[in-house]
């Protein structure tokens, strides 16, 4: 992990350096400044993270999934999938007619 965050660093210092003297005169930069901006971007723009799951393998649990389940889930994982919200289990107690 440490040597392709070291490769990555490098591969934006060499980018830099070929395309932004050329395009906009900016001085080239060193391999401790492109560090420099690679963890200014993260510490500005998140860390990032991949999902544990695609969406489309979420979207097949989730039908699967009884209301009860899908409750539970969107209680725990709201956050990280955008195209889950309440009404969907809203829906499914209106129709099973089991409202609260």
Do not use: C
């Not at 900016?26 to 500005?44: E, K, Y």
């Not at 544990?52 to 725990?76: A, D, G, I, L």
């Not at 990280?80 to 309440?86: G, I, L, P």
């Amino acid at each position: 992990m440490i040597i392709g965050f070291l490769l990555f660093t490098v591969a934006v210092m060499l980018l830099w350096n070929w395309l932004m003297p050329v395009l906009f005169g900016i001085h080239a930069i060193t391999f401790w400044q492109a560090l420099g901006l690679l963890v200014l971007s993260r510490l500005l723009f998140g860390w990032g993270r991949m999902p544990t799951r695609y969406p489309h393998e979420v979207r097949s649990k989730w039908e699967t999934m009884t209301p009860e389940e899908r409750k539970t889930f969107f209680q725990r994982h709201h956050h990280h999938y955008h195209w889950v919200d309440d009404r969907d289990a809203t829906k499914e107690e209106q129709k099973n007619g089991s409202n609260e």
